[in-house]
């Protein structure tokens, strides 16, 4: 059974760091990219990173890029999401996502192409 189990959320003060993990089981993560997305109340669920297999190839919205990074351990099964200077605005719940294809594509950030989710984990900044 392919799963996803998304950790390390909390509440954490504008500036403040978070890493998220984001632990697959029922596949090997070696062959598969990975997106993360998060959504926020009363907004749509937005992509922010996705990392491919092949080449280890890492894209970011322009929302992130610079604080936030991707990275993976396929021996470890895990992607990771470090996030550096939090803001207010990244308040939301983070939920990573695989499509089961090697490559994030330039259409990385469209949710509709995703169809294994992880249950998501919240994000709140606040002092």
């Known amino acids: 059974q392919v799963q996803l189990v998304e950790s390390g959320g909390g509440l954490v003060q504008p500036g403040g760091s978070l890493r998220l993990s984001c632990a697959v089981s029922?596949?090997?993560?070696?062959?598969?990219?990975i997106g993360w997305f998060r959504q926020a109340p009363g907004k749509e669920r937005e992509g922010i990173s996705c990392i491919s297999s092949s080449d280890g190839s890492t894209y970011y919205a322009d929302s992130v890029k610079g604080r936030f990074t991707i990275s993976r351990d396929n021996a470890k099964n895990t992607v990771y999401l470090q996030m550096n200077s939090l803001e207010p605005e990244d308040k939301a719940v983070y939920y990573c996502a695989t499509d089961l294809r090697a490559l994030c594509g330039s259409r990385w950030h469209a949710f509709s192409r995703y169809h294994v989710w992880g249950q998501g984990t919240q994000v709140t900044v606040s002092s």
């Open positions: 029922g596949f090997t993560l070696d062959y598969y990219a």
